[in-house]
């Protein structure tokens, strides 16, 4: 199993060298990707802050997305995705926003995405979205690899901006 640090240096370094900052909505990875990028000293240099919006409670509450903004959307897609992220992004004012939102399993989630589902978004600069399907019913184990999935797509797009 990875630990926080090695899975967040190569995008806590891309960010510190660019100046920028980022925001995180975390979902079904419970705040992993945040705690990743915080595991490293001097996280402050580019981590604004980050929230769990693991519920559609979680979403409105504290990313303040109204009900007409869900009409024809739902949870764990890659359009949900990009909404959290520009959101957080647009809460904090930073450079980037990255979210993610899945299932982790052992089962499935209500929308009937499979165990082991995720989606991601970048927003900033660039920006970009991709599903993960591992077909693993191992909760911890989707966590682990949904946050380096994020993690690897956030470096994607700082790259592509330079």
Same mark, same amino acid.
């Given at each position: 199993?990875?630990?926080?640090?090695?899975?967040?240096?190569? +995008?806590?370094?891309?960010?510190?060298?660019?100046?920028?900052?980022?925001?995180?909505?975390?979902?079904?990875?419970? *705040?992993? &990707?945040?705690?990743?990028?915080?595991?490293?000293?001097?996280?402050?240099?580019?981590?604004?802050? *980050?929230?769990? &919006?693991?519920?559609?409670?979680?979403?409105? *509450?504290?990313?303040?997305?109204?009900?007409?903004?869900?009409?024809?959307?739902?949870?764990?897609?890659?359009?949900?995705?990009?909404?959290?992220?520009?959101? &957080?992004?647009?809460?904090?004012?930073?450079?980037?926003?990255?979210?993610?939102?899945?299932?982790?399993?052992?089962?499935?989630?209500?929308?009937?995405?499979?165990?082991?589902?995720?989606?991601?978004?970048?927003?900033?600069?660039?920006?970009?979205?991709?599903?993960?399907?591992? *077909?693993?019913?191992?909760?911890?184990?989707?966590?682990?690899?949904?946050?380096?999935?994020?993690?690897?797509?956030? &470096?994607?797009?700082?790259?592509? +901006?330079?």
């Amino acid at each position: 199993m990875p630990d926080l640090t090695s899975l967040a240096t190569p +995008a806590a370094t891309l960010l510190k060298a660019s100046g920028q900052k980022i925001a995180v909505a975390d979902s079904s990875c419970g *705040g992993l &990707i945040s705690a990743a990028l915080v595991s490293i000293p001097g996280a402050s240099d580019y981590y604004v802050g *980050g929230s769990t &919006i693991y519920t559609r409670v979680a979403q409105k *509450g504290l990313l303040l997305v109204p009900d007409e903004t869900m009409v024809g959307m739902r949870a764990s897609s890659e359009p949900y995705a990009l909404l959290n992220a520009q959101t &957080i992004r647009a809460a904090l004012d930073t450079d980037w926003g990255l979210a993610e939102t899945g299932a982790s399993g052992p089962t499935g989630n209500r929308y009937g995405d499979s165990s082991g589902h995720a989606c991601f978004a970048v927003t900033g600069p660039v920006e970009k979205t991709l599903t993960v399907e591992t *077909g693993d019913t191992n909760r911890e184990a989707n966590m682990w690899i949904f946050a380096k999935a994020a993690l690897d797509l956030l &470096i994607e797009c700082l790259k592509q +901006a330079k």
